[in-house]
């Protein structure tokens, strides 16, 4: 089995700060690319920030300049720093990876989710 396990979300008033983390763990071979969605109530789930097993990143231009995408490979972990947080930036955010269980077979896996509320 593999799980995405979400961590660090939480309050944070506008202008703050928040540091996401999202820890895969199970039997992996190996993890090619991850990245953040994110859903708010009423609205669909969008992509926020990805990237690659290299480290290229692509982000959504709703965060550019203020979010950044990090993985550390030994630990199979992945990061989004959120900085200058706004109103609009509340949602669940939840993680996402393509695993590789073996040499063969690649899966596309999602974590439960946690909340981030920018609110004064």
């Known amino acids: 089995q593999v799980q995405l396990v979400e961590s660090g979300g939480g309050l944070v008033q506008p202008g703050g700060s928040l540091r996401l983390s999202c820890a895969a763990s199970?039997?992996?071979?190996?993890?090619?690319?991850m990245g953040w969605y994110r859903q708010a109530p009423g609205k669909e789930r969008e992509l926020v920030a990805s990237?690659?097993?290299?480290?290229?990143?692509a982000y959504a231009d709703s965060v550019k300049g203020r979010f950044t995408c990090s993985r550390d490979n030994a630990k199979n972990t992945v990061y989004l720093q959120m900085n200058s947080l706004k109103p609009e930036d509340t949602a669940v955010y939840y993680c996402?990876?393509?695993?590789?269980?073996?040499?063969?077979?690649?899966?596309?896996?999602w974590g439960q989710g946690t909340q981030v509320t920018v609110s004064s």
């Open positions: 990237i690659t097993k290299s480290g290229t990143t």
């Open positions: 199970g039997t992996i071979f190996s993890i090619n690319a």
């Open positions: 996402n990876a393509d695993i590789y269980r073996d040499y063969y077979v690649k899966r596309n896996y």
